[in-house]
């Protein structure tokens, strides 16, 4: 027996919505039924096993095994729900999770083990509270003379004419900082119309590649990701872009895109990757899934799931943050003086 699962493109991280039937194996709504399910959906669809193999001697079917010998036929769902968040935190990944009517299972362990190397209550130092804001991206020029750009989220939605507007008001600005501290990440589509803000002609942006069977290995040859210029206007002086290790999924795929750019330097820490188009999948018992299913690589086809790092590393020291410093931001507008 087989049913039809839709497999939804999550569109937060995605160019464009797109969904696909596939069948599978019918699973009953047990914590055993529930557990293959989540196991063999993974096993079928997700698209990093071998570099996890590579990076962290991740083992699939030994997980398997392993979690299959913690299940009874009278645990509750609650129980059910830690066992397969155990399962799915293997993979490491923080675009895999498992959601629930009463939690999210999840890896946060990409960016809780590192130094935040962010701070909003020093951020306003520098933003005062005159700074004008567009769709979520807070703006304005520093006493410095430097432009200074905060891209919290991309989960708005903006378009050539908001960037046009954030880029019309600083064109007195000597050089530009975009901040994307703590940008966990959101549409893919606005991540991309910001990075063509930077761009005078069609560019190499990475590589895209989406799974074409259930082997781990059944992916497609990569796709090339062009970047076009911006029709609004576009940024022609020198731009640092910070980053920390709460950079992560398209706000990495951002960074992706700039790093390299003639007047683009990354600066700060390393970011938090997940290069993994997101698909959704549920479960017997009505459990949300969401994995990594499409690929996606920089313009040398590296993957990039666990981090960009920095043109120039810098963290934010105790010393400049009892002073009411930002190290990043103070480093940033040096080297943009100094240019």
């Known amino acids: ?171 007195a600005a000597k050089g530009l900082i975009l901040d994307v501290r703590n940008n966990e990440g959101g549409l893919l589509t606005s991540a991309q119309a910001l990075a063509e803000c930077f761009i005078n002609d069609k560019t190499l942006g990475g590589y895209i590649a989406h799974k074409t069977g259930p082997g781990h290995d059944d992916i497609s040859s990569p796709r090339a990701i062009t970047l076009t210029p911006a029709e609004g206007v576009r940024w022609q002086r020198q731009v640092v872009v910070l980053t920390n290790r709460r950079c992560f999924s398209a706000a990495n795929s951002l960074v992706m895109y700039l790093k390299g750019l003639p007047r683009v330097t990354v600066m700060g820490a390393r970011t938090g990757g997940g290069c993994g188009m997101p698909f959704s999948s549920e479960l017997p018992n009505g459990w949300l899934l969401r994995f990594s299913a499409c690929p996606m690589y920089d313009r040398n086809m590296q993957l990039t799931e666990s981090g960009i790092d920095p043109d120039i590393a810098v963290d934010m020291t105790s010393a400049d943050m009892q002073r009411g410093k930002d190290t990043m931001i103070e480093a940033a507008i040096q080297l943009l003086l100094s240019q």
């Open 1 to 171: 027996m087989h049913r039809f699962v839709t497999l939804v493109v999550i569109v937060a991280v995605s160019l464009t919505a797109l969904s696909s039937c596939v069948t599978e194996d019918t699973y009953d709504n047990t914590p055993s039924g529930n557990l293959e399910a989540l196991w063999h959906t993974l096993d079928e669809h997700y698209c990093f096993f071998s570099y996890k193999e590579q990076e962290s001697g991740l083992r699939w079917d030994s997980v398997h095994e392993a979690y299959r010998a913690k299940l009874s036929p009278s645990m509750t769902q609650v129980d059910l729900f830690e066992v397969c968040t155990e399962m799915i935190r293997e993979l490491r990944d923080g675009h895999v999770n498992l959601t629930s009517s009463y939690n999210v299972g999840r890896y946060w362990d990409w960016y809780e083990r590192y130094p935040a190397n962010f701070s909003d209550s020093i951020q306003r130092n520098y933003l005062h509270t005159d700074y004008y804001i567009t769709q979520g991206i807070k703006y304005r020029l520093l006493e410095s003379g430097i432009g200074y750009v905060y891209c919290p989220s991309f989960d708005p939605a903006f378009g050539q004419g908001n960037l046009s507007s954030i880029f019309s008001h600083l064109a």
